[in-house]
């Protein structure tokens, strides 16, 4: 599934624990790794000559931290100093070099010091055509064996696509996957009324999420070591995001696989601010999948 990984850094912390995750990843899938770093061309312009090399200079000795982190891990590596609009450099990169999985922090800084892997993140995820392995700050450096993931669903294609991935992690972790449907009660009282819903009408709503997660659920083999399911409801202003970060926290998720879009019980296509939402706020790593890529 991930024979050959890519990970960007950009000399920040939160860069630096995503490539640690990255290398202990390509290890379990004895993948092969290319590491790089983009000097943002923007800053290259506004910069002086001195400036200029220093932004280089830079990003060379953050190559060489890293180097000298995967050949600590045991992990062969190769190096790039590249130039260009990071996401759209990082999308480039990974498509010349085939690789199978992007790893990025959720967010960093530029050579400047300004906040800026957050947004290249963002934008990464729009853009690339490779599934994108997304450490937060707040990420365990101890995480690395994936014993229980998550996968949402929500009735979509490309979050149906998302389990073909979570299967491979669980395969190659021993993980329990958990498959998830969030009933999200205030979306469906907007669409419906704002005098609260009927019994009923919840009752649909939960057993099409009960549909839905049995679906998904039949999409992992006998080689993943368990699965099981759940529809939960919730009120909350965040929707979905909310529901799906409520059961991470109650049930020790590890790690979070799901789809960049899709729709939401009622047929919208809200997976995408889903997936935002919970990028944001969640202190777990996530692996979004794209369509292509699923």
Do not use: C, W
Not at 6 to 14: N, P, R, T
Not at 129 to 158: C, M, N, Q, R
């Amino acid at each position: 599934m991930y024979d050959r990984i890519l990970i960007a850094v950009d000399g920040s912390d939160e860069a630096e624990r995503a490539a640690k995750r990255g290398l202990e990843f390509a290890r379990g899938f004895d993948a092969t790794v290319d590491i790089t770093y983009v000097v943002d061309r923007k800053s290259l312009r506004l910069a002086t000559a001195g400036e200029k090399a220093r932004l280089r200079e830079r990003g060379a000795s953050v190559l060489e931290e890293i180097e000298e982190l995967a050949s600590a891990i045991g992990q062969p590596v190769t190096t790039e100093l590249t130039e260009g609009k990071p996401a759209i450099r990082i999308a480039e990169y990974a498509t010349e070099r085939d690789a199978t999985l992007i790893v990025v922090g959720r967010q960093g800084t530029t050579g400047l010091g300004k906040r800026l892997l957050g947004g290249v993140t963002e934008r990464l995820l729009h853009r690339s055509d490779v599934p994108v392995f997304v450490v937060p700050k707040g990420a365990s450096d101890a995480t690395t064996d994936y014993s229980d993931l998550l996968v949402p669903a929500d009735g979509s294609e490309i979050a149906a696509g998302a389990a073909r991935h979570g299967a491979a992690v669980a395969q190659r972790y021993g993980s329990t996957v958990h498959v998830l449907n969030v009933v999200d009660l205030q979306a469906a009282g907007g669409a419906f009324s704002a005098g609260g819903l009927e019994r009923e009408f919840v009752d649909r709503l939960e057993a099409n999420g009960e549909d839905i997660v049995e679906d998904v659920a039949t999409e992992f083999d006998e080689t993943v070591p368990a699965v099981t399911t759940a529809v939960v409801r919730t009120p909350s202003n965040d929707g979905v995001a909310a529901g799906i970060r409520e059961y991470v926290d109650e049930n020790d998720i590890d790690l979070v696989v799901m789809g960049a879009r899709g729709r939401s019980n009622l047929g919208r296509r809200v997976l995408g601010s889903v997936t935002s939402t919970l990028l944001r706020t969640t202190d777990v790593s996530v692996l979004v999948v794209t369509r292509s890529s699923s």
